[in-house]
């Protein structure tokens, strides 16, 4: 089972680990990565939840994330979970930090308590959806949506300050 760094409300390491079951079940604040890739004519990519994930299954989703295991930095996550669910592999140069959210969630009655601080990064990197290796147990399709698209869609886990932001980024092409 996965170890993750347990963090304060602040998002500072307390020093404690705990198993990713135990951090959800006890609404620790934890860190995950936030990959978002963004095509040079400004589309941005989501990934489709596979219909087994325990939070948020068959909703749309950010190109790719995931927890911080225990001592890995957050560009470190960026780069294995988007190899492991895309099958795409990035650089440390591509990743532009672009902001951090606190994102507070309760799900299932209150019994999966998501307490996650996501550390958000753009990729801005064309995309061929033929050539991507889908992590079949994280991962059900995807898709490119224009910037308006991102925002207009109902179907997307509710991360709204990040899609704002993606969408003003994507708008503003470089």
């Known amino acids: 089972m996965e170890s993750i760094d347990v963090l304060d409300e602040n998002g500072l390491p307390t020093g404690l680990t705990k198993p990713k079951d135990a951090i959800h079940r006890d609404g620790d604040w934890h860190r995950a990565a936030h990959v978002w890739i963004v095509t040079n004519d400004g589309r941005v990519l989501l990934q489709k939840r596979a219909a087994a994930k325990e939070n948020w299954p068959g909703w749309w989703d950010v190109s790719a994330a995931g927890h911080c295991s225990a001592g890995e930095s957050a560009i470190q996550t960026a780069l294995r979970e988007t190899a492991e669910e895309l099958g795409l592999v990035l650089t440390a140069d591509e990743l532009q930090h672009v902001g951090t959210f606190r994102d507070p969630v309760v799900l299932h009655g209150g019994t ?63």
Do not use: K
Not at 115 to 131: A, K, M, Q, S, W
Not at 141 to 155: H, I
Not at 163 to 170: C, D, F, M, S, V
């Open 112 to 174: 999966y308590i998501d307490n996650e601080i996501h550390e958000v990064f753009l990729v801005r990197r064309d995309v061929d959806l033929g050539t991507l290796t889908l992590q079949e147990e994280e991962v059900e399709a995807v898709a490119l949506v224009t910037a308006d698209e991102l925002l207009s869609r109902r179907d997307l886990v509710p991360h709204a300050g990040e899609h704002a932001l993606i969408r003003q980024l994507a708008s503003a092409r470089t």
